[in-house]
DNA sequence: GCCCAGGTGGGTA
DNA sequence: TACCCACATGGG
């Protein structure tokens, strides 16, 4: 069976099972860039605490946050997790795009390798983060990796090289069309699929409905 | 108390 | 390049 017929599989079994994911949850992509930073090794839950309280502190914008001294900004987002880091990553962030003036839609006009070598040039920003921000920020076709994706493929036994994310996210690339939507739908499915049963401590379920997908 | 969660950067061999 | 390790809260 062709590598892109199993991963169209993949996707529909997921599909057919959970529905449409409706994501990122965020009101709007700066909320996604913030999330994308503060969800670094750290459950969405933790995240979603520290997102209410920079809009309850009403900074969840880039003027605010460059302006809010780094120890307040730490003290804000305590729930998500290595604050101090992601306090200075956020604040690197917003540093870096006052070069476009804060202009997302600015930062978002190149092309995707641009893009991404820009984001990955930005401190705390790595593979993943960049690529989140590149697909649910700017809405552009690129896969991203996860722990999950890494996870789930490697039970499948289509994972090339377990822990090598230009690898995989190969694997994606070279064999799907690249559909900002389908790509968006596809890996939101891989991480509700990854909490909700292909947990780290639990075996590959036969119960699963990836289960008779593997090679 | 223990394990885990939508990673990244820095150091060492 | 290929491993280590620090970073830290909150839920099961």
């Not at 590149?134 to 991203?144: D, G, Q, T, W």
Request: proline share 4%; net charge neutral.
């Amino acid at each position: 069976m062709s590598t892109d017929h199993s991963l169209q599989q993949i996707y529909q079994r997921l599909f057919e099972r959970y529905g449409p994911q409706y994501w990122w949850p965020a009101d709007e992509p700066f909320e996604v860039i913030v999330g994308a930073i503060l969800t670094q090794s750290t459950a969405w839950t933790n995240v979603e605490k520290a997102i209410l309280e920079l809009k309850k502190a009403n900074v969840l914008n880039p003027v605010s946050l460059r302006d809010l001294p780094t120890d307040s900004l730490a003290q804000l987002i305590r729930s998500s997790g290595y604050y101090n880091v992601k306090a200075r990553k956020l604040k690197a962030f917003v540093e870096w795009l006052g070069n476009y003036n804060d202009s997302l839609e600015r930062m978002f006009a190149s092309d995707i390798p641009q893009l991404r070598k820009e984001l990955l040039s930005i401190y705390g920003i790595g593979q993943e983060t960049a690529d989140s921000i590149i697909l649910y920020a700017a809405r552009k076709p690129i896969f991203v990796i996860d722990a999950y994706t890494h996870r789930i493929m490697d039970r499948l036994g289509l994972n090339p090289d377990y822990g090598n994310y230009a690898a995989l996210q190969t694997v994606f690339m070279s064999n799907l069309t690249h559909d900002e939507r389908f790509f968006n739908e596809y890996h939101a499915l891989f991480v509700r699929h990854g909490k909700e049963v292909c947990q780290k401590s639990s075996p590959f379920c036969d119960g699963c409905c990836l289960s008779n997908l593997r090679i």
